[in-house]
């Protein structure tokens, strides 16, 4: 796909992480559907963002296993992966850390996000367990994709990938 030299960076994440939600708020487009009911993305989306494409792509583990094996094929594409976890949920699950050792092994870029900064009891300790698990080895940023908590910080990081 041909995007006139934009670079292309692909948002990953299980689902319900507000991938979605992400993408929404830093390209304003009010038509982005976001649902609190997994599978509301069923495939990959493109959505210009300043000099990138952001790639919308569908939940992992959703219960529509066919979408789960599509994404994780797809990965081998991506030169840029934003690793999307929740923060309020399980992060850095045992599928997430392979999905982590998986995009390393592809050599792809990573950046990982960790969402829903406003409703978790510790992020300091969530932090400071996915650098940890990824032996410190990514940039981590810690957002609210919901109300734009460090949203500023993720857009400095993202204008860095090329």
Known sequence: MSFDGKTEVAIVGEVNT??????KRLT????IKVSPIPGETVTSKYYSYKDLVLVDTPGLNDINKNIT???????KNYKNVVLFLNAAGTVLSKNELDL????????????????K????????????YVKQKTEN??????????????????????????
């Open 18 to 23: 507000g991938k979605s939600t992400l993408i």
């Open 28 to 31: 304003g487009n009010q038509e």
């Open 69 to 75: 094996k599509k994404i994780t094929k797809e990965l």
């Open 100 to 115: 982590y050792h998986k995009l390393k092994k592809y050599k792809v870029n990573i950046l990982i996000v960790i969402n």
């Open 117 to 128: 900064v406003d409703k978790a009891d510790s992020i300091d300790s969530v932090i400071r």
């Open 137 to 162: 080895d990514v940039q981590i940023i810690a957002i609210s994709a919901k109300t734009g908590e460090n949203i500023e910080q993720l857009e400095k990081a993202l204008q860095n990938i090329k």
